[in-house]
């Protein structure tokens, strides 16, 4: 099983800065089947990312996803109040699909 | 528009089990396999399994395996999941998400969740 290492395990910033989230696989992910969804309180995750790179629909542009193989980013270029929220990274490439355990982005 | 629905919360018994329904709309049935995610108190996403709505195979995470089924009605485009012998430790929220067949997108439509309380 690919096992995703996330990092930090919590962001603390404000409203305006840059966020740089990591997720570290364990083996290397193929053709790129790396998403990330967001999650807030109370409700379900929300896809933001797949392919590594691509923004699903509707995802503000300042939500970007970057990486290759075994080491993957997402940044979120300026932060906004409703952007603080936990994070997942997920590999659909091999099963058993696994998520990372999460960052917690908060003010 | 795309919709997952989910049936609504359970209170069960240890070794009891639950079913779950999914009823989905707004796009074609087969042409997205259904996962199952659960999320315990405080914790974090874990994948359960999938179906392939054509067809109907099934693939499951290996620690439900013996405990965990899945099953699909193609007339009514929902989805069930059933998880037999609870434990304490299946309390959780559990979602069903689609992934397009074929594609590299995720998990892009989730439903609301469904809560499962285990408890004596």
């Known amino acids: 099983e690919i096992v995703l290492t996330q990092s930090p395990g919590t962001l603390s910033l404000s409203p305006g800065e840059r966020a740089t989230l990591s997720c570290r696989a364990s083996q290397s992910v193929s053709a790129s089947y790396l998403a990330w969804y967001q999650q807030k309180p109370g409700q379900a995750p929300r896809l933001l990312i797949y392919?590594?790179?691509n923004r699903a629909t509707g995802i503000p542009d300042r939500f970007s996803g970057s990486g290759s193989g075994t080491d993957f980013i997402l940044t979120i270029s300026r932060l906004e109040p409703e952007d603080f929220a936990v994070y997942y990274c997920q590999q659909y490439s091999d099963s058993p699909l696994t998520f990372g355990q999460g960052t917690l982005v908060d003010i | 528009q795309v919709q997952l629905v989910q049936s609504g919360a359970e209170v069960k018994k240890p070794g009891a089990s639950v079913k779950i329904s999914c009823e989905t709309s707004g796009y074609i049935f087969i042409n997205y396999y259904i996962h199952w995610v659960r999320q315990a108190p405080g914790q974090g996403l874990e994948w359960m399994g999938a179906i392939n709505p054509s067809g109907g195979r099934t693939t499951y995470e290996q620690k439900f395996q013996g405990r965990l089924t899945v099953t699909r009605d193609t007339s009514t485009s929902t989805v069930y999941m059933e998880l037999s012998t609870l434990s304490s430790e299946d309390t959780a929220v559990y979602y069903c998400?689609?992934?397009?067949?074929?594609?590299?997108?995720?998990?892009?439509?989730w439903g609301q969740g469904t809560t499962v309380t285990v408890s004596s």
């Open positions: 392919g590594a790179s």
């Open positions: 998400a689609r992934r397009e067949r074929g594609s590299s997108w995720g998990l892009d439509v």
